[in-house]
């Protein structure tokens, strides 16, 4: 069955520093790939996504992720956080024939 | 104007009522889609529509119900609320893409459901 794994569920980085928020799939054929960000009392914003091509992909705010066919992997990584960017983050992946499924989550807090 | 709208985006019930939640969108996507989010559980799916014709359950379907009106609405009913569906809930919409899969997903704001 297809599915999302996300293995952080909450991440403190300072502010200033590099982050990398990891994503595991389970997916049989290419998959369609999204990291979507939800900030305190909002709905989910799409922060990237992959469908095919180059395998690093650059989003809004800064933020990229590289997809790994062979590590299953679709890691989110911002080389300097912001405090405003301490929200929620989800991956998923889009199966054929139904709805995008989203992993868990991952809460990113930022010190000062 | 927001793409994706919800309303009510709060609603306080109590146990035994029946609830509407509606959605609609104006990005002329064909497929929706009803989510309901807790805490540290996620995004789990309650429903999807492929085409105004086309009704799917998806894996926590149990006590909900929707009506998809036209292309651009969706409706999500609890017949008879209860306690456990407190939640927050999130309408999306998205094209096709390829090989059967969606493209991604526009969100709504949200809808906050309180059962007492």
């Known amino acids: 069955a297809q599915s999302v794994t996300q293995p952080d569920i909450h991440i403190t980085v300072s502010e200033g520093a590099s982050l990398e928020l990891r994503c595991n799939y389970s997916y049989g054929a290419t998959p369609y790939l999204f990291w979507y960000v939800q900030s305190p009392g909002q709905g989910l914003q799409l922060l990237l996504k992959y469908f095919s091509g180059d395998t690093l992909v650059q989003g809004i705010k800064g933020f990229e992720a590289e997809f790994k066919r062979s590590q299953s992997s679709f890691n989110l990584r911002k080389p300097s956080v912001h405090w405003s960017d301490a929200a929620e983050y989800f991956c998923?992946?889009?199966?054929?024939?139904?709805?995008?499924?989203f992993g868990k989550g991952t809460t990113l807090s930022v010190s000062s | 104007d927001a793409d994706v709208t919800q309303t009510p985006r709060n609603r306080i019930t109590k146990t035994g009522k029946r609830i509407m939640l509606e959605c609609s969108q104006t990005k002329g996507h064909d497929r929706m889609y009803w989510y309901r989010q807790d805490p540290g559980l996620g995004l789990q799916l309650i429903y999807y529509s492929f085409d105004v014709k086309d009704i799917n359950k998806g894996e926590i379907s149990d006590g909900y119900s929707v009506s998809r009106q036209a292309q651009a609405k969706f409706s999500l009913s609890l017949e008879s609320a209860i306690p456990n569906q407190t939640a927050l809930y999130f309408c999306?919409?998205?094209?096709?893409?390829?090989?059967?899969?969606?493209?991604?997903?526009?969100f709504g704001p949200g809808t906050r459901l309180t059962v007492l």
């Open positions: 998923a992946v889009s199966p054929a024939g139904t709805a995008l499924i």
């Open positions: 999306a919409t998205s094209d096709a893409g390829t090989s059967g899969r969606s493209a991604e997903q526009f």
